[in-house]
């Protein structure tokens, strides 16, 4: 069995927790009301700038350069699909993408903020296997979700389903990890660690759901 199949295996009651979380839930059969989804969609918004910045930072740290020129990608064109999402959802309720006067939750930059160190400071493959959750998961989520936009082509967030359920995404998850599983197979000093950072980013994401759907703010003096 390979690192991300290892992972995957070991984190999988916090993924059976996110698709029972009624966030989830209630995105799938189209009821989530729709304030809570727009505050999702802002704190993923401030989360993907972030996060692609740590993938691009371990794409310059990768050792070898094909999986580097991959991981690159994955900042550039990845991150683009998701943000042309959020723009779309969005400017629906009048909020400019470039513009977001909201700060993060708490719960968004302590997930974020723990990427990009790791990204910056831990050996390249923790930095990675930390990163792998927010592939898997998403396509998962989208995955188990699909049959929802099948059943219900005017389903109210068609368009989030339609980005997470869409086999390219799955494709571009299994390349992620594949990049994984080989560095992990060449030098296996960090597998405990990288198993560390995958949980941890399992849980967070977890947490990102939750926070989005309790309206979790910053506390005031």
């Given at each position: 069995?390979?690192?991300?199949?290892?992972?995957?295996?070991?984190?999988?009651?916090?993924?059976?927790?996110?698709?029972?979380?009624?966030?989830?839930?209630?995105?799938?059969?189209?009821?989530?009301?729709?304030?809570?989804?727009?505050?999702?969609?802002?704190?993923?918004?401030?989360?993907?700038?972030?996060?692609?910045?740590?993938?691009?930072?371990?794409?310059?740290?990768?050792?070898?350069?094909?999986?580097?020129?991959?991981?690159?990608?994955?900042?550039?064109?990845?991150?683009?699909?998701?943000?042309?999402?959020?723009?779309?959802?969005?400017?629906?309720?009048?909020?400019?993408?470039?513009?977001?006067?909201?700060?993060?939750?708490?719960?968004?930059?302590?997930?974020?903020?723990?990427?990009?160190?790791?990204?910056?400071?831990?050996?390249?493959?923790?930095?990675?296997?930390?990163?792998?959750?927010?592939?898997?998961?998403?396509?998962?989520?989208?995955?188990?979700?699909?049959?929802a936009l099948a059943e219900r082509p005017d389903h109210p967030?068609?368009?989030?389903?339609?980005?997470?359920?869409?086999?390219?995404?799955?494709?571009?998850?299994?390349?992620?990890?594949?990049?994984?599983?080989?560095?992990?197979?060449?030098?296996?000093?960090?597998?405990?660690?990288?198993?560390h950072a995958y949980a941890r980013a399992s849980r967070f994401?977890?947490?990102?759901?939750?926070?989005?759907?309790?309206?979790?703010?910053?506390?005031?003096?």
């Open positions: 069995m390979g690192f991300s199949a290892d992972a995957w295996n070991r984190a999988k009651p916090w993924y059976d927790a996110i698709l029972a979380h009624p966030f989830v839930r209630e995105l799938g059969d189209g009821s989530l009301d729709r304030k809570v989804f727009l505050r999702y969609m802002i704190d993923d918004a401030h989360y993907l700038a972030r996060y692609s910045r740590a993938l691009a930072t371990t794409a310059a740290r990768w050792p070898e350069p094909d999986g580097a020129a991959a991981i690159a990608r994955f900042a550039a064109g990845a991150v683009d699909a998701e943000r042309l999402l959020h723009a779309s959802f969005l400017d629906e309720a009048g909020i400019e993408l470039s513009n977001l006067d909201t700060e993060p939750t708490p719960t968004c930059l302590a997930y974020v903020h723990s990427l990009q160190a790791d990204a910056s400071l831990a050996p390249v493959g923790v930095a990675m296997a930390g990163l792998l959750p927010c592939f898997r998961i998403y396509a998962e989520v989208g995955q188990h979700l699909a049959g967030y068609a368009a989030w389903l339609a980005t997470y359920g869409d086999p390219e995404f799955a494709a571009d998850t299994r390349r992620a990890e594949a990049l994984v599983d080989n560095l992990a197979e060449v030098d296996t000093t960090n597998v405990e660690q990288m198993h994401e977890w947490m990102f759901w939750d926070a989005s759907y309790q309206g979790e703010t910053w506390p005031m003096p």
